[in-house]
């Protein structure tokens, strides 16, 4: 059993996106909470399904998530 870190955020439709900051590119949408935890946990699986026994993965652990401003 392994325990990943997911970051979630809405668009601006209301659609919820995750994503594993270990798992690069690992991340799916979804249009309740209930729905995006099923479909991450999937897209979980399937990423380390796939990943090749040869390559080890690093782990991360999140430190933190700000907000920063820029004039732009």
Sequence with gaps: MREFTVII????????VASVPELQGCH????????LNVHIKEAIE???EVKSENEQLGHLDLVGIQKV????
């Design 46 to 48: 399937l990423y380390l």
């Design 28 to 35: 799916t949408q979804a249009e309740t909470l209930d729905e």
């Design 69 to 72: 401003r820029v004039d732009a």
């Design 9 to 16: 955020e809405q668009d601006e439709d209301g659609i919820y």
